[in-house]
């Protein structure tokens, strides 16, 4: 079982949790090699059109606040871990609160949009306010919330990186698109943060710094 937890301006404790719940979107996808979290160019995960905007909390989490630390998931539908590129083929993992509401509204394997970053992202994880105190957040995502992974490695600037989260939250609700369309522009694809160039990586397609 594991938790996950994301990181926000305030420091109060949040972090993510397995359930017990099956995935429920019907979708077409041509599985992906296991050797490789990111798919191939003739592999697409593909999901219905059927564009619908919502208002959402945006957090965001990677390796060093995942619990335990690490990109394991709570319920994989195109990836083995935590990973993704953020195009409409191979979305970004996303997580969000297991309540009967948000698994009817937000199911798992459902993609999104977010326009402010414009990228794509799958849900395959789950929050729930459970684990250790350290990190940020509020009640497990509640509601209409999605905590974004952010990517890392065992080798991350851990400072770099939750620096790098801080700065990507919003400081409000921004409108999210569920069901999008495929033609939506995509900026930056690959991780959020990645561990190149040294020693403070790139975040968001920028050198990042630490806290």
């Known amino acids: 079982m594991f938790d996950r937890r994301f990181i926000a301006a305030t420091i109060v404790a ?16 041509v599985p992906q090699s296991a ?19 919502v208002t959402a909390t945006i ?17 994989p539908v ?3 871990v935590a990973s993704g590129s953020g195009t409409w083929c191979n979305p970004t993992t996303f997580a969000t609160e297991p309540t009967v509401a948000e698994n009817k509204l937000i199911p798992y394997g459902i993609k999104i949009y977010v326009p402010f970053l414009k990228q794509y992202f799958v ?16 009640n497990g995502c509640y509601r209409v919330w999605f905590d974004l992974w952010i990517g890392g490695d065992g080798k991350s600037n851990v400072n770099a990186l939750v620096n790098c989260e801080l ?22 694809p690959g991780p959020i943060y990645s561990d190149t160039p040294t020693p403070n990586g790139t975040c968001y397609g920028k050198p990042g710094s630490p806290i």
């Open 123 to 138: 849900r395959e994880d789950d929050c729930t306010p459970s684990g250790p105190s350290t990190g940020s957040g509020n």
């Open 14 to 29: 949040g972090v993510f949790l397995t359930s017990c719940g099956q995935p429920v979107l019907r979708s077409t996808y």
């Open 167 to 188: 700065s990507m939250t919003p400081p409000a609700k921004v409108q999210v698109i569920l069901y999008p369309k495929a033609t939506m522009p995509v900026a930056h």
């Open 78 to 80: 195109i990836h083995n």
């Open 35 to 53: 050797a490789s979290a990111e798919l191939t160019s003739r592999a697409c995960y593909v999901t219905p059109q059927k564009p619908r905007n």
């Open 59 to 75: 957090t965001f989490y990677g390796w060093p606040d995942n619990t335990p630390p690490g990109n394991a998931i709570a319920h």
